[in-house]
């Protein structure tokens, strides 16, 4: 079982991407999924994350109105619609199939959790 995260690259302030985390092996859909972030000196942070069975969502607050979650069910998918983006968005983002806390966020503690590997999100000023 694995987590594809793809879709990073290089984009000028205020431009957009949507990065992608496909399942194989597994329904993603029975799982709730977050993305997570990593700059460079920088602590991993958790960024947003999607419950399993019904629309919930999470996102922190300096994403908010920018970046959008949302489940492929027939692609076997989760995305992150990333909107205006900014330089202080640049950072490595993985995602992972973790509990996701309407309020605090996703919540990396199941040892059983998947990872992806991670796609590098560089925003030029």
């Known amino acids: 079982v694995q987590l594809q995260a793809s879709g990073g690259g290089l984009v000028q302030a205020g431009g957009s991407l949507r990065l992608s985390c496909a399942a194989s092996e597994f329904t993603l859909s029975h799982y709730p999924v977050g993305w997570f972030r990593q700059a460079p000196g920088r602590e991993r942070e958790g960024v947003s994350c999607?419950?399993?069975?019904?629309?919930?969502?999470y996102y922190t607050d300096s994403v908010k109105g920018r970046f959008i979650i949302s489940r492929d069910k027939i692609k076997n998918t989760v995305y992150l619609q990333m909107n205006n983006v900014q330089p202080e968005d640049t950072a490595i983002y993985y995602c992972?199939?973790?509990?996701?806390?309407?309020?605090?966020?996703?919540?990396?503690?199941?040892?059983?959790?998947?990872w992806g590997h991670g796609t590098q999100v560089t925003v030029s000023s």
């Open positions: 992972a199939t973790v509990g996701c806390n309407l309020k605090y966020g996703p919540e990396a503690v199941d040892p059983h959790s998947v």
């Open positions: 999607i419950s399993a069975d019904g629309p919930n969502t």
